[in-house]
């Protein structure tokens, strides 16, 4: 029996519109540079999100690749406060979960930088967790297994009672080897779902959630204004 639920962040409580942030490094960069596509290559970004470095030396890093003449803080608009939007569909979700007793964890491969960012400005998307596992407090990123272990034990729960929702399809398999059910929410394109993914993404993960007895059909009805009153 499901008595925790474990949420990725990135595309899954909040979309990442990398497209902006693609259109404004490519706007800035001289003839001949990287194509900013390439950036989730960088070793800079997996050492930030493990906490190896800080603010400063990525963003020093990061346009020294891209060959950026910018400043750090408007680098840092538009790789983060300019990219950033919480899905309210999914926060209602996870307040339903709350309600019908689940313990909640936040799972996610994540800066220092961008954390702090979405807690300032949005607190709503990480209330309501019961731990927050973070890859620059543990060290570790997904699919590492500590990702999941360690907030399991915290929570007191054993691997066949969590339930996973992630963009990525890696993490989804690493969670299931360890033990876990998971949803692989595969909503990512370079647009963020601007060709209705995102929507059937919703209605396939609250329906999963409804025939595993995690949510009632009404409840379900409440995040996606569909009617599954006659869901199996």
């Not at 906490?51 to 950026?68: A, V, W, Y």
């Not at 973070?134 to 691997?159: C, D, I, W």
């Not at 998971?182 to 909503?187: A, E, I, P, S, T």
């Amino acid at each position: 029996m499901n008595r925790c639920v474990m949420f990725d962040f990135g595309n899954v409580l909040a979309a990442f519109h990398t497209q902006r942030f693609y259109d404004y490094i490519r706007a800035h960069q001289p003839p001949g540079a990287i194509e900013p596509e390439r950036l989730f290559g960088f070793a800079c970004i997996t050492r930030f999100d493990l906490g190896l470095i800080d603010t400063k030396e990525f963003c020093s890093e990061m346009k020294r690749h891209l060959q950026l003449n910018v400043e750090d803080e408007e680098f840092l608009f538009h790789c983060c406060d300019d990219i950033i939007e919480p899905d309210l569909r999914i926060l209602a979700l996870k307040q339903i979960l709350k309600g019908n007793g689940f313990k909640l964890a936040l799972v996610s491969n994540i800066n220092r930088h961008h954390f702090e960012y979405i807690q300032a400005k949005y607190p709503q998307v990480f209330l309501d967790f019961d731990y927050l596992a973070l890859s620059f407090q543990l060290g570790v990123r997904k699919p590492h297994t500590k990702m999941y272990q360690v907030p399991a034990e915290n929570l007191g729960v054993k691997p066949e009672e969590c339930f996973l929702i992630d963009d990525t399809k890696t993490n989804i398999d690493a969670f299931e080897w360890w033990g876990g059910i998971g949803y692989h929410y595969n909503v990512t394109n370079e647009h963020y779902c601007s060709n209705g993914r995102l929507k059937i993404e919703r209605n396939g993960l609250v329906l999963r959630m409804i025939n595993l007895g995690m949510l009632t059909p009404a409840q379900a009805s409440e995040v996606v204004r569909i009617d599954f009153s006659n869901a199996s």
